[in-house]
């Protein structure tokens, strides 16, 4: 049987520490990723973000990207009631994902115009928020979330899981048959996606508690 780390234990308060860390430390990477400090760039305000204009846009974007997937994460693995080998291994998958979000971010600043930059970073935020879901399904499965969420909510879980993947994927082909700016102002749609989604689940479940998924529900705390 494998071992558990309960809430409770020492073993848990690391692995939640050890995530943490990932995040603070892709979320401070992603300002290097704006680094033309020549002098040209700095000769004016209008020099600056002509040459810094598109880095910082992406820094922007990608700044709030991963302080959402950190509020998520953490709400996520601190409702649990345990932790084992298995779901300490693909949350580390899920931070693989979130280590690669400068990198992608970096192409999508200085090469923004191409499409393939637009197509990876849809890519790695698509794969690693799928992963992060997981984490959920397989832990709701053990027994780890309390209570467990029933058939009906999951089915609203699996929804809203499916939605962002749904838009950025879906703009890999506007990248690539329309324009690479167009494509990404096509995520906005998920501003008002994920509300509309919410009132449809609220309207369905009324009053039951909500399950614990990525960027917009609450774990019950253990």
Known sequence: MARRFEHDELEFARAVTFFDAIFAFAVTLLITTVDDF??????SVSALWDKNGDSLTAFAISF??????????HQQ????????????????MVMFGIVLIPFATEAMGKQGSLPLPVATYAVILSATYLMQFAVVVVANRK????????????????ASAALLPAVFLGSIPLAYLVDPGFAQRSWISLAFLYP?????????????PRPPQPQRSQPRQP
């Open 38 to 43: 020549s002098p040209a760039a700095w000769s």
């Open 64 to 73: 709030v990207v991963v302080v959402s997937f950190w509020r998520s994460n």
């Open 77 to 92: 693995v601190t409702g649990f009631v345990a932790l084992d080998h298995r779901l300490i291994t693909m949350n580390c």
């Open 143 to 158: 027994g780890l979330i309390v209570p467990a969420l029933d058939r009906r909510q999951m089915g609203w879980a699996i």
């Open 196 to 208: 509309l989604l919410g009132r449809l689940e609220h309207r369905s479940l009324g009053h039951q």
